[in-house]
């Protein structure tokens, strides 16, 4: 506790104040401009750190970090369209409670439950890092593999409709996740000799244009009445969830909370494969898992506390192991590198007033980003004012303009375009969206373990069951695969 005080003590001086501010609020502008993303950000910012004292330089670039989760919300709720890769699910369910004139209420319910996830992600990082560090050595190939594996077949459980369509669509999800080169050998796969699919189908143009297109399309075909939305609330009061929806937010925060801290430890992970998970057990576990996908305030809470919680989380193995957790972390890793200081258990001996200095600054930057989105709530609800015929081709343009801000390459706008159409054809015919994406996040890391396992064991598949970890995450799995294919269940969907 003493250690911490004094990182509040180097946190709170002006010069250290004012590059969290600037951070979080960087990190909110980035995240509500689709496709720019924090990993951009933060690479075309890190020259600027070199001068700077290292403590503040890591205070702001973390700031962007944390901050575009909060960004990443307000177009999703308001568009359709995600600001950043983690706020994709939040399109589902936030968006039509944006349809339904609760837009307001959505933003209010992801605002809290985020600065709440992202202060218990805070002081997770504050002391129960050492432990969990350890405990993240202990996932190898084979854990990751069946951690992965577990989590397809929530698939079973993502949908309300028929099994064979839930089924159907994560086989496209998995499809999509194999475009590119091979994890191991690098062979081109299904890249019909165009060289920018090389890398694969980027998680944003593939994003953009199943939500944030194919709901222009819809846009384009809908009447005048079909399109009303509900005026925005007058004064503060209205923009304020429910007792009711406030009542339902509770469960899913904690909840998404815990996973979120837990997947945002390990390598992989982060705030993107946090929020699918919450989502995927925020439907298996709600007694009304069709309202899901139709404005459940359960599909907004859930994931935006784990996806706030997942970049806390991500933290843990950064500073005291000195092993990033994703590409964001492995930039804030190079930044602790160039000025001389090395993540890892020595910091705390060495360097205390850097490690401490970072964790309060999120507590402090955690509080800024509430009182910088809350108050902006309802002029953000405005936009829905604004006539559809003006409305839909700003959407359009700021759809395009993120895809193509994200990688420069013009393929990708019209991949974002391609999938615009194909999610208006699936929309219609009634197929969910969220399962193709959450099969394309955890495919290639699923087919990524099991390949490096099994190379390791020399084609052993033994090795899936030597340590507790693989074994229990393998039980769940068939457990889910067993329940998903009960046959009560299936009449039920049918």
């Known amino acids: 506790m003493e250690a911490l005080l004094q990182g509040f003590a180097v946190t709170l001086s002006l010069d250290n104040l004012f590059y969290c501010f600037v951070g979080v609020l960087l990190g909110t502008v980035v995240g509500i401009l689709p496709g720019l993303g924090p990993l951009t950000t933060i690479a075309i910012l890190l020259p600027i750190t070199?001068?700077?004292?290292?403590?503040?330089?890591?205070?702001?670039?973390?700031?962007?970090?944390?901050?575009?989760?909060?960004?990443?919300?307000?177009?999703?709720?308001l568009m359709r369209i995600p600001g950043e890769a983690s706020s994709v699910v939040t399109c589902l369910d936030g968006y039509e409670m944006a349809r339904?004139?609760?837009?307001?209420?959505?933003?209010?319910?992801?605002?809290?439950?985020?600065?709440?996830a992202g202060t218990v992600g805070v002081i997770g990082i504050s002391f129960l890092s050492p432990p969990l560090a350890e405990l993240v050595l202990k996932f190898g190939p084979a854990e990751y593999a069946m951690l992965m594996l577990a989590g397809l077949t929530m698939v079973t459980y993502m949908s309300s409709g028929s099994l064979a369509r839930a089924l159907l669509m994560a086989a496209f999800g998995l499809l999509l996740g194999t475009v590119g080169s091979d994890p191991i050998s690098m062979t081109p796969?299904?890249?019909?000799?165009?060289?920018?699919?090389?890398d694969g189908v980027n998680l944003v143009p593939l994003a953009i244009g199943l939500f944030g297109l194919s709901e222009v399309l819809f846009m384009?075909?809908?009447?005048?009445?079909?399109?009303?939305i509900l005026p925005a609330p007058s004064g503060v009061l209205g923009f304020l969830p429910s007792r009711e929806e406030a009542r339902r937010s509770v469960g899913p925060t904690l909840r998404g909370t815990a996973?979120?801290?837990?997947?945002?430890?390990?390598?992989?992970?982060g705030a993107v494969l946090a929020s699918f998970l919450s989502y995927a057990m925020e439907r298996k576990l709600s007694r009304h898992p069709e309202e899901f996908g139709k404005g459940a305030v359960e599909g907004v809470a859930g994931p935006e506390s784990a996806n706030n919680a997942g970049t806390a989380g991500a933290f843990v193995p950064l500073?005291?192991?000195?092993?990033?957790?994703?590409?964001?972390?492995a930039l804030l890793l190079g930044a602790f590198i160039i000025h001389g200081v090395t993540p890892g258990p020595t910091i705390l001996e060495r360097q205390p007033q850097v490690f401490w200095g970072v964790v309060a600054s999120m507590y402090i930057g955690n509080v800024m980003l509430l009182i910088l989105n809350l108050p902006l709530v309802g002029l953000f609800v405005r936009i829905l004012q604004i006539?559809?015929?003006?409305?839909?081709?700003?959407?359009?343009?700021?759809?395009?303009?993120?895809?193509?801000?994200?990688?420069s390459n013009p393929v990708d706008v019209a991949i974002a375009v391609l999938f615009g159409f194909v999610g208006y054809g699936l929309r219609r015919h009634g197929f969910d969206l969220g399962i193709v994406i959450l099969a394309y996040v955890l495919g290639p890391i699923f087919e990524r373990s099991v390949r490096q396992a099994l190379a390791i064991s020399d084609?052993?598949?033994?090795?899936?069951f030597h340590s507790t970890l693989s074994t229990g995450f393998a039980v769940v799995a068939v457990v889910l695969l067993v329940l998903g294919l009960w046959p009560k269940r299936r009449a039920r969907a049918g």
């Open 319 to 329: 500073l005291c192991m000195g092993i990033p957790a994703n590409a964001i972390t």
């Open 50 to 77: 070199f001068k700077m004292d290292v403590t503040s330089a890591i205070i702001m670039l973390s700031g962007i970090y944390y901050g575009v989760a909060y960004g990443g919300t307000v177009t999703s709720v």
């Open 100 to 116: 339904k004139g609760r837009a307001g209420a959505a933003l209010g319910i992801a605002g809290i439950g985020s600065f709440f």
């Open 189 to 198: 796969r299904l890249t019909f000799g165009i060289v920018a699919l090389g």
């Open 259 to 269: 996973l979120g801290f837990l997947v945002g430890l390990l390598p992989g992970g």
């Open 387 to 407: 006539p559809r015929a003006y409305l839909t081709p700003m959407i359009l343009v700021v759809c395009l303009i993120g895809v193509y801000s994200s990688s």
């Open 459 to 464: 084609g052993d598949p033994t090795i899936f």
């Open 220 to 228: 384009a075909r809908q009447t005048a009445e079909e399109m009303k």
